[in-house]
């Protein structure tokens, strides 16, 4: 597993790591699955895409409802389809509780009840989505505390299952300490902050050029909501915002590069939890030492298991 925040470098890694051990690469992003969003979620390039199999890449329709819970199963009949094939499986990403599926299983969480889900939709329409989020923050706290915006899918969601349950849906997602299952080895990649950061600038910016705003304002008029959980992805946020002059070009390419900072820091503070993710500096290490310290450390680790 290569994770490590935004901008690290997983993807072109993963893709040079495939190509020396025979591997395929499985996504690890809650955002790469939805066909309709390329320029912004940072996909593998047309290239690498040939050059190397790839899985959780454009599967999905922006408006098709997806959780790190049902990537998990969708990434297990994935990893067992590699692997009859004789190939190594390469997980690569940075999503947060995407990446903890895989080292450990969620706790078994309810299925979404109808009945409840109804009825928050129609207070919501009655009262706003703001009074649901502030019933959210007084019951799971941690929850809306992370969440990026007031998603009303993802705040039906965590109500639903408090309701059902009487507990905080984050409850279901601990990351307290555990150890490394003995099939992976986890590795994250390391920039010095001021290094990301000018990676996370340069990025913003290409994106920009390479026509985010032009994907974004076609997806908007072929119907699709902007509340829609996919669309709450930091871009596209900002960028609708522009598109519906609620900010100008300039405080959307500041508010665009500060999320995404921000959103780097929060994946290496989730990450910096697991004691058994071993820190590879990107920086100091060219690719090729990288690719051989994980074959040294992954044979290690096979021989331990």
Same mark, same amino acid.
């Given at each position: /597993? ?10 072109a890694l993963?893709v040079? !790591? ?12 809650s955002? %790469? ?9 940072a ?11 790839h899985?959780n ?13 049902? =990537?998990?199963?969708?990434? !297990?009949?994935w ?16 999503s947060?509780?995407?990446?903890q599926?895989?080292?450990?299983? =969620? ?6 009840? %109808?009945?409840?889900l109804?009825s928050?939709? #129609? ?8 009074? !649901? ?8 706290p941690?929850?809306? %505390?992370? /969440? ?5 899918? #993802?705040? =039906?969601?965590a ?10 849906f984050?409850?279901f997602?601990s990351?307290d300490?555990?150890?490394r299952?003995e099939?992976?080895t986890? =590795?994250? !990649? ?5 290094m990301?950061?000018?990676?996370i ?20 008029n ?5 509340? @829609?959980?996919? @669309? ?19 405080? /959307? ?13 929060r994946?290496?503070t ?6 058994? @993710?071993?820190?590879?500096?990107r920086s ?12 040294q ?8 298991g």
């Open positions: /597993m290569i994770a490590g925040p935004t901008c690290s470098g997983k993807s993963a040079s !790591l495939a190509k020396e051990v025979g591997g395929e690469v499985i996504s690890v992003d955002r %790469q699955c939805y066909r309709q969003i390329n320029v912004g979620t996909k593998p390039t047309a290239d690498q895409l040939k050059e190397v199999p899985y890449i454009s599967n999905l329709d922006l408006d098709d409802e997806d959780s790190a819970q049902k =990537f998990y199963q969708r990434a !297990l009949a990893s067992e389809e590699i692997e009859r094939k004789g190939k190594r499986v390469i997980y690569a990403g940075g947060t509780l995407h990446l599926s895989l080292v450990k299983p =969620f706790d078994e969480i309810p299925s979404s009840n %109808q009945d409840n109804d928050l939709e #129609r207070e919501m329409k009655e009262k706003g989505v703001d009074v !649901l989020f502030d019933r959210l923050t007084k019951v799971d941690g929850y809306a %505390q992370k /969440m990026d915006g007031k998603n009303y899918q #993802r705040i =039906f969601r109500l639903d299952v408090w309701m059902q349950t009487g507990k905080p984050s409850s997602h990351n300490s555990f150890t299952p099939n992976i986890v =590795f994250g !990649l390391h920039w010095p902050r001021k990301l950061h000018q990676r600038n340069q990025r913003c910016d290409e994106m920009l050029e390479n026509g985010l705003i032009q994907e974004t304002e076609r997806i908007l072929e119907g699709f909501s902007r509340n @829609l959980q996919a @669309l709450q992805t930091v871009g596209y946020k900002q960028v609708i915002q522009y598109l519906n002059e609620e900010i100008d070009h300039d405080q /959307m390419v500041r508010d665009f590069k500060t999320a995404t900072r921000r959103y780097a820091k994946q290496i989730w990450l910096r939890r697991w004691p058994f @993710l071993e820190w590879l500096d100091t290490h060219t690719e090729h030492e990288l690719i051989e310290r994980i074959k450390q992954v044979a290690a680790d096979s021989q331990k």
